[in-house]
């Protein structure tokens, strides 16, 4: 990291903690503590960036060949990657849990409904056990697919550590914690603290909303029955936007930009557009609404190059999310969407 992001961290944080500590006076030294990756990353030395260069040395080069084969034909599928990720680390850690397939399952839930990007995860997994049998897990396959979706889209490398084992539970009710867009933030706050994450992580992973899109049947309700009263909208959203929110989502099936400025590029414009209440989930407008996250999405506006560096440590963090790494824990499946006993 060069000297003046150095100095543009440290000031990001000390705004950070000021801020929170006025608003919520006794809370920050718990709450906006800083942690580094070793910290909360307890099976740290388990996980190893040379895990593969021996077992199976071509692993990274199929991921990332296949993945560009499939973003030829539609480039949509990177932002869904990362989601996919998300989704995956936020229920039991990165285990790869999202990806099973049966009655009951997280990918069966209704908040996991518009996931994508099975197929690929699938298509990749295949390859991989052709040159390399029962030897990558398809947990350490979506958290590579996740970081190079992201520099294919223009965003930051980071080197991804490996050794995840598979998870073999995967409960539909466990993923309705998820969050979906509407939760307030100190409810989010709390769900990014039990993953060892904390209230820098989570302005920066929202900052993935750069990217992508939603249904607009996320938001018909912020639109269209703001608080229960049938044709009010959301006042914190500004009126030319939501006047083409309510000609784009007149039908919940329909998709929506997450960043309404400049959807197809990763850049920090997400946290240029919520002072301008450009924010299309409510949890994007909360960002800036909320005296503990709102510095953060200033500086992050103001000074791009932070976002792209602390996107990638960020990413690195989440990925580590309660992995699976000892010999009784999980499994290497064979196929991502059954566990091997069931394949």
């Known amino acids: 990291m060069n000297s003046s992001i150095s100095v543009l961290l440290i000031l990001l944080l000390g705004l950070h903690l000021i801020s929170a500590a006025s608003a919520h006076p006794g809370e920050a030294d718990d709450v906006l503590k800083i942690h580094t990756l070793s910290e909360t990353s307890p099976f740290q030395d388990c996980l190893s960036f040379s895990y593969y260069h021996q077992k199976c040395p071509d692993a990274e080069a199929i991921i990332n060949r296949k993945l560009k084969e499939w973003f030829q034909k539609d480039y949509t599928l990177a932002a869904s990657l990362i989601r996919l990720h998300f989704h995956d680390c936020s229920v ?3 285990d790869g849990s999202v ?9 069966r839930a209704e908040v996991s409904k518009t996931l994508r990007g099975f197929e690929v995860i699938d298509d990749i997994k295949a390859e991989i056990e052709k040159k390399c049998p029962r030897t990558m897990s398809c947990a350490d396959i979506l958290t590579a697919a996740a970081r190079d979706a992201t520099v294919f889209v223009g965003g930051p490398y980071w080197a991804v550590e490996y050794g995840r084992k598979d998870g073999l539970v995967s409960l539909a009710k466990e993923a309705e914690s ?7 933030i100190t409810s989010m706050i709390e769900f990014f603290q039990s993953k060892g994450l904390n209230v820098v992580d989570l302005a920066i992973l929202s900052g993935a909303h750069t990217i992508g899109r939603a249904s607009c049947g996320s938001i ?4 269209f ?3 229960g009263t049938a044709g009010k909208a959301d006042p914190s959203i500004d009126p030319k936007y939501l006047n083409f929110l309510k000609r784009k989502c007149r039908w919940a099936s329909e998709l929506v930009d ?7 590029t990763f850049d920090a414009v997400y946290y240029t557009n919520l002072p301008k209440k450009m924010g299309l989930l409510s949890s994007d407008a909360k960002l800036y609404s909320d005296p ?3 510095p953060l999405v200033n500086a992050l506006a103001y000074q791009p190059s932070l976002f792209l560096y602390q996107f ?7 990925g580590n999310v309660q992995v699976l790494t000892g010999p009784h824990e999980g499994e290497i499946r064979t196929k991502c969407n059954f566990v091997n006993s069931h394949k």
Do not use: F
């Open 225 to 227: 029955n703001y608080s």
């Open 292 to 294: 503990r996250t709102a």
């Open 178 to 184: 998820v969050p979906i867009g509407h939760e307030e």
């Open 312 to 318: 990638g440590v960020s990413m690195a963090k989440l």
């Open 99 to 107: 990806l099973l397939d049966h009655e009951g399952s997280e990918r």
């Open 258 to 264: 997450l960043d309404a400025t400049t959807p197809k």
């Open 220 to 223: 018909q309700q912020r639109i």
């Open 92 to 94: 039991r850690g990165c």
